[in-house]
């Protein structure tokens, strides 16, 4: 595998680079031919998504969201896309200046155990802030958490695995994660960091393993702790 993801494929830096180098170089990555068309295809289904959902329940920014997921998810398994269009790293991403990797590996989950996971993380979540937040809060703060977390974490990446290519939600979902600690805190003290405990604990645990991105993890909580921060102060 010539990938990991956020989730459950970080892979050794010194075997699987020249793997993803010469993946890179040999034109592997088969990006989106016009970005601006596929950035613009993602809104277009999120919006008729959300249009949809909003008759049915309250929180259709979260609906909307899993909803892409589950698309690109299904386009992935009947390849029509693969990874290598959308998925992102330092060298695709920030070098090649393919900006548009930022957006579409968030929403790219490979296995059926991942999009479960994360879908079902994303929506425990969604629920609880969207009523809170509001439908255009939620998704500006999801966007933010989306664009800066992932740019931190491709100049990290920088360092030692430029070429390694990485997907998933679980980035972003760590960020609201970091939203609703701050908004929690708000209300309960710091007592409320004891409900978010084990999640961050575990989270802590996961550096150790080379299967999962946590640079990528800790960057969206971080991100999503400072967006906490402008929720509770009113400021966006």
Same mark, same amino acid.
């Given at each position: ?21 010469? %993946? ?11 970005p601006i068309l596929f950035i613009l295809l993602f809104a277009i289904i999120m919006?008729? $998504? ?25 386009? /992935? ?15 695709? #991403? ?13 929403? #790219? ?5 991942? /999009? ?30 989306? $664009? ?37 805190i708000s209300f309960k003290g710091l007592s409320a960091l004891a409900s978010v %405990? ?26 999503? /702790?400072?967006?906490g921060f402008l929720v509770v102060s009113g400021i966006i």
């Amino acid at each position: 595998m010539s990938m990991y993801d956020r989730d459950w494929y970080r892979e050794s830096y010194k075997e699987q680079e020249k793997k993803n180098r010469s %993946a890179n170089v040999s034109g592997s990555t088969s990006a989106v031919a016009k970005p601006i068309l596929f950035i613009l295809l993602f809104a277009i289904i999120m919006a008729a $998504i959300m249009a949809a959902a909003r008759l049915y329940v309250n929180y259709p920014t979260t609906i909307g969201l899993i909803g892409v997921n589950i698309i690109i998810f299904i386009l /992935l398994q009947t390849k029509k896309w693969n990874t290598s269009m959308l998925a992102t790293s330092y060298q695709m #991403t920030i070098k090649e200046q393919q900006f548009y990797r930022l957006i579409s590996a968030a929403f #790219t989950q490979e296995e059926p155990l991942h /999009l479960i996971m994360n879908m079902g993380s994303l929506y425990n979540l969604g629920v609880v802030l969207e009523p809170y937040m509001g439908m255009k809060r939620l998704l500006i703060h999801y966007g933010i958490i989306m $664009i800066v977390g992932g740019l931190f974490s491709c100049f990290i990446h920088k360092i030692k695995s430029p070429y390694t290519r990485s997907i998933g939600a679980s980035g972003v979902i760590c960020g609201l994660l970091g939203i609703y600690i701050m908004i929690a805190i708000s209300f309960k003290g710091l007592s409320a960091l004891a409900s978010v %405990a084990p999640t961050l604990l575990i989270m802590a645990l996961m550096t150790a393993s080379k299967r999962i991105d946590s640079i990528g993890h800790f960057t969206g909580l971080i991100v999503g /702790l400072v967006c906490g921060f402008l929720v509770v102060s009113g400021i966006i």
